[in-house]
């Protein structure tokens, strides 16, 4: 029972990569493939989940914000998140990030 839904599971995921909505781009330490969805795809073909992971984004955004680790500019698209030092600290201590410099524009995240 549990192998008919994973092959259900691969086959959403062998059409949603066939019509572009995820990309594979390689595979992690266990043999797993990493997929990067494609947003604008996802917006037309997947509207509710697109929707579902911006809302979940921005949460996490403002959960990040309130702790103190991003910072927040406005411009006329709307809100600008950057990794301010606090995050950058936290990232190199949790070992995300060995090496901040030059992995990221200064002001991006």
Known sequence: MENDYEDEIDQMIGELEDIGVFEWVGMDETGDRILKPNMELMKIHLPDMYTQILEDLDSELHHLFDLGYVDVAFDENGPLYAINEKGREMLK?????????GDYDEGTI
């Open 93 to 101: 201590e949790s070992g995300l990030i060995l090496d901040m410099e």
